[in-house]
């Protein structure tokens, strides 16, 4: 009798653990029932301490997205940053890493030319002066680049001088009759954008070079301001017998016949008027020299 209990006995511990299986595996499995997984962690969403849609340069190249690593990507129709839109995955950190990993290098050299500028500007130095200097520390950036590729330095060297006429790269003058204004010719050098900088982590960091931008687009504004006020001022003399005072300009150093009148009779294609009237002390128009003072024509 006891060995018939028994068995019966281990019969139903078998049926029981047969029909208990499959609900302890489902268990495991959803973390219900006998236990509990803990669910994976919701990432944060990225913020930045300085909102970059407050800045207008910035907000008219990105738009804000919730999914990208870093909360925006470029705005599709801005003229700027447009073509990136759709050049990676701006939800994808690994591709966004990379892009990251690519401008830190180009960051970390316009830092460089940030101090130059900001060291320029707390000596009072104008525009012009600044656009030079930062045109050529730009130059000397690039070439030594290359300084682990000879092959790749030779090549950039003698593109520089089919198109340039000059192994270094465009000189200041140069960028000056591409771009038409020294302002201009700081931001090409620059390149700067505060929206790739906000797509790509680095706004808060680069915060305040956004700031030197603005205090450069005030001082071209002021510089264009005066040379306004000078021309007037150097119009004909209301207290003359009524004739106009020939004009004339000292070359100061870094001057061309181009930026001459460019400044002075607001076109530079005007450079040969000038040149014609001074031909007597100007034996190349390419080569004039600070101290030099030349008759300006009529503006």
């Known amino acids: 009798m006891n060995k018939q209990l028994h068995l019966t006995l281990s019969l139903l511990a078998a049926m029981i653990l047969t029909v208990s299986a499959p609900f302890s595996v489902l268990a495991s499995e959803t973390g219900s029932e006998t236990g509990s997984t803990e669910a994976a962690p ?109 092959e790749g330095l030779e090549i950039v060297k003698k593109s520089n001088l089919d198109t340039y006429g000059h192994e270094e790269g465009p000189t200041p003058d140069q960028l000056y009759e591409k771009y038409g204004s020294w302002q201009t010719v700081l931001e090409k050098a620059l390149s700067t954008n505060a929206g790739m900088d906000a797509c790509l982590g680095f706004y808060d960091e680069n915060y305040d070079s956004y700031d030197i931008n603005e205090r450069l687009a005030d001082a071209g504004k002021e510089e264009e301001q005066k040379e306004a006020e000078i021309e007037e001022d150097q119009k004909e003399d209301p207290g003359s017998t009524g004739e106009k005072t020939e004009k004339t300009y000292t070359v100061k150093k870094g001057d061309c016949l181009w930026t001459i009148a460019e400044k002075q009779l607001g076109d530079g294609f005007r450079w040969k008027e000038i040149y014609e009237l001074n031909s007597d002390s100007i034996r190349d128009p390419g080569l004039i020299y600070p101290g030099q003072e030349f008759v300006l024509p009529a503006a």
């Open 42 to 150: 919701v990432k944060e969403a990225f913020h930045y301490e300085h909102d970059p849609m407050e800045n207008p340069s910035a907000a008219k190249d990105i738009v804000v997205n919730p999914d990208a690593v870093y909360g925006y990507s470029p705005n599709p129709e801005s003229i700027r940053l447009g073509k990136y839109a759709d050049a990676l995955d701006w939800t994808d950190e690994e591709q966004v890493a990379a892009a990251r990993e690519e401008r830190r290098a180009y960051i970390d050299e316009n830092q460089k030319l940030y101090r130059v500028i900001e060291d320029m500007l707390g000596q009072g130095k104008n525009v012009e002066e600044i656009a030079r200097e930062v045109s050529r520390c730009r130059n000397e950036n690039r070439l030594a680049s290359y300084a682990n590729d000879p």
